[in-house]
Nanobody, 126 residues
Framework: QVQLVESGGGLVQAGGSLRLSCAASGRTFSRYTMAWFRQAPGKEREFVAAISWNSGRLYYVDSVKGRFTISRDNAKNTVYLQMNSLRPEDTAVYYC???????????????????WGQGTQVTVSS
């Protein structure tokens, strides 16, 4: 059974930073694409960033490019999202997700991901 557990969310002022972590279990983590999504109140879940199994491919939504960095540590079965220069519009629940197809290229679509964490709240005050 795959489990994804996010941590690191919180309340931060605009311009501040947070680092989200997602610990995975139940799979040989190093074989699978991972991603971060977010969902603000009243909005659909949207893609934020994705990373291939070997960290060779990284994708970001345009609104976070240059501010957010996705990374992974396969030895620790953990994926990270470093968020700098946070803005009020980054406020959302952030979810990590796993694409359960080995060696699959990263994608941006919600239906491509098979397992999801419970989410962690990020609130950015102005």
């Amino acid at each position: 059974q795959v489990q994804l557990v996010e941590s690191g969310g919180g309340l931060v002022q605009a311009g501040g930073s947070l680092r989200l972590s997602c610990a995975a279990s139940g799979r040989t983590f190093s074989r699978y694409t991972m991603a971060w999504f977010r969902q603000a109140p009243g909005k659909e879940r949207e893609f934020v960033a994705a990373i291939s199994w070997n960290s060779g491919r990284l994708y970001y939504v345009d609104s976070v490019k240059g501010r957010f960095t996705i990374s992974r540590d396969n030895a620790k079965n953990t994926v990270y999202l470093q968020m700098n220069s946070l803005r009020p519009e980054d406020t959302a629940v952030y979810y990590c997700a796993l694409n359960d197809r080995k060696w699959y290229e990263p994608t941006r679509a919600v239906p491509d991901y098979d397992y999801w964490g419970q989410g962690t709240q990020v609130t950015v005050s102005s």
